[in-house]
């Protein structure tokens, strides 16, 4: 690739599903003018974070006041965007109805069938709506990242695979003139930048705290990786329909223990699982790609799908090697909880801690940090608890 130095440039830090949202709509603000250049800056490949690996989820009124205004904007970009570049069939986001599932097999309440869902084992407990067609739906993460990046590169948007290591300014201003970047095979290259933003996930304050120092990367600094979070995808035998509900359930595990699987069945006829409270400290690797998943986590997450889903619809597959099993690490925002976005010096942004929400919230993101960055204000959503 070859570096130009341009009058004005912004570099995002990285091809998660945020930096990718952001590089997407400066692409397409009215304001980016033939001298502006935007890179994106991926030390693995785009989406190898949580952004690939996530469940795609999407709820439009599960937040509190402080998010509500971006998650509602969110929501609704992501109907607009499935619309522009036919998101149903590229990246599989479909409105979808959610259940909560209370299940406890030791109890005496009754046993409850999921009407119009054969695929959903029998429920001894409750099972009620959470949402609807019309506030919830869901995307393929890392195909929504890819196919948005691609959709960037089209209209000008650079992307290099490089880890970023220091800020370059001008020695006498102090201005921000590049960015060093190290590819895995050692070369070292500089881009030229006015302004960096930096959505680097769960490596955020790391890596913030590393290229600025603790005080200068201010409320960056408080994005820290949440525990390991291992998930699996398993494909039904060709016969058997997963029909589109998201199940959030909470579970009495043979030993007594409680489980809190997710699951979400996709229109590429798999189905995604998680799990919250798997407790797993293994530490983030330095690159994206280097995650791996428990195996532990894994048999856990066996477990629990047999309890919630009919065994004709998982054959013999858990027992083959013929499923997906991986692992990430969610951006956690230590001190509020809450998403981090906006400017933390001269030309320094940050766009990160979106924690369990980073799929609904990635494109909202872009939205108010293209508006920041090209117009000096946010128009589309309130974002005033989340600056840094
Ligand atoms: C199991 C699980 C399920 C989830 N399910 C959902 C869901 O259903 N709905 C939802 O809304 N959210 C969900 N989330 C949360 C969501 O995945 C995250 O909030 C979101 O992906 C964060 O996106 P990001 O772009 O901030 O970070 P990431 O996706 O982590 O991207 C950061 C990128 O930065 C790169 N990077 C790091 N350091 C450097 C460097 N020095 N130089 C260059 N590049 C660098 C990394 O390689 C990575 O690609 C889930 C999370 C987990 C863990």
């Known amino acids: ?55 795609g989820f999407l709820a439009l009124n599960w937040h509190g006041p402080t ?20 998101g149903e069939k590229k990246w599989g986001y479909r409105k979808l109805v959610t259940l909560g599932i209370d299940s406890d097999p030791n109890s005496n309440d ?75 095979s050692g070369e070292i290259l500089t881009i030229p930048a006015t302004d960096v933003v930096f959505a680097a996930g769960p490596w955020t304050g790391t890596i913030t705290t590393q290229m600025l120092g603790e005080k200068a990367a201010g409320g960056a ?23 589109p509900h998201a199940l959030f359930c909470t579970l009495v595990l043979p030993d007594g223990s409680h489980g809190q699987p997710e699951f979400y069945p996709r229109p590429d006829r798999t189905l995604y699982v998680c799990s919250a409270g798997m407790s797993d400290q293994t530490p983030l690797p330095e690159y994206a790609e280097d995650v791996v998943h428990s195996e532990e986590g894994v048999r856990r997450l066996k477990e629990r799908l047999r309890i919630v889903v009919r065994k004709e619809w998982i054959g013999d597959v858990l027992e083959s090697d013929n499923f997906i099993r991986q692992a990430c ?46 117009e000096g204000k946010e128009k589309s959503a ?6 840094p």
């Not at 084992?121 to 709506?129: L, T």
């Not at 970023?164 to 001008?170: G, P, Y």
């Not at 924690?355 to 872009?366: A, C, D, K, Q, R």
Request: charged fraction near 15%; glycine fraction near 10%; avoid cysteine.
């Open 221 to 243: 600094a408080n994005i820290i990786p949440s525990n390991r979070s291992t998930s699996i995808v398993v494909s039904p035998p060709e016969s058997r329909e997963l029909t």
């Open 110 to 184: 009754g046993v409850e069938t999921v009407p119009h869902a054969e695929w959903i084992a029998d429920v001894v407990g409750s099972v009620e709506p959470l949402g609807d067609e019309t506030t919830t739906a869901q995307v393929h993460p890392f195909l929504m990242t890819n196919a948005l990046i691609s959709a960037a590169q089209d209209s000008g948007v650079n992307v290099t695979i490089a880890k970023a290591e220091t800020i370059v300014r001008n020695e006498e201003t102090k201005e921000i003139t590049g960015v060093t970047a190290v590819t895995r």
């Open 67 to 86: 998010t509500s205004s971006l998650a509602a904007l969110s929501f609704k970009l992501h109907e607009e965007l499935a619309t522009e570049h036919d």
């Open 329 to 374: 690490y969610r951006p956690d925002s230590s001190k509020t909880h809450l998403p981090v976005i906006g400017k933390i010096g001269d030309g320094l942004w940050v766009a990160s801690g979106h924690e369990v929400w980073g799929i609904l919230l990635g494109p909202g993101t872009g939205k108010v940090m293209s508006e920041l960055l090209l």
């Open 1 to 55: 690739m070859s570096l130009g130095i341009f009058p004005t440039s912004e570099v995002l830090f990285r091809g998660g599903i945020v930096g990718t949202s952001i590089a997407y709509y400066l692409s397409r603000h009215p304001n980016v003018l033939g001298d502006t250049s935007v890179y994106v800056l991926e030390s693995s490949y785009i989406a190898a974070g949580a952004s690939g690996k996530a469940g």
């Open 382 to 387: 309130n974002i005033s608890s989340l600056r």
